[in-house]
């Protein structure tokens, strides 16, 4: 893997949504900034880390299925009137 810099995590983290879901942990973006904001050298360790040991945590990949009923469908005892989203981990996605 190529060396990951201070500034493609950040914007990594800058760039995402406050209000994206969050995932399973339900640790959101917001609460990503504000952690990057006071501890940015310790979240930059840990992902250089990861990516430097091919390494990405399981409780990371972990997700949440939601099912959203999709508009205007004559029933919804029907499956396929419903679209599922999956809700990821925020911190894997800093590290995808």
Do not use: M
């Not at 969050?22 to 917001?30: K, L, N, T």
């Not at 099912?67 to 590290?95: F, W």
Request: glycine share 6%.
């Amino acid at each position: 893997f190529e060396h990951v810099t201070w500034t493609e995590v950040d914007e990594a983290i800058r760039g995402a949504s406050s209000t994206t879901a969050p995932g399973f942990s339900q640790i959101s973006y917001q609460v990503i900034k504000w952690a990057w904001d006071v501890g940015n050298d310790d979240i930059l360790l840990l992902i250089r880390q990861c990516l430097a040991a091919g390494y990405h945590p399981k409780r990371w990949r972990r997700a949440v299925a939601i099912a959203l009923r999709k508009p205007n469908k004559p029933d919804y005892s029907n499956p396929r009137a419903y679209r599922l989203i999956a809700l990821l981990e925020c911190l894997g996605k800093v590290l995808e």
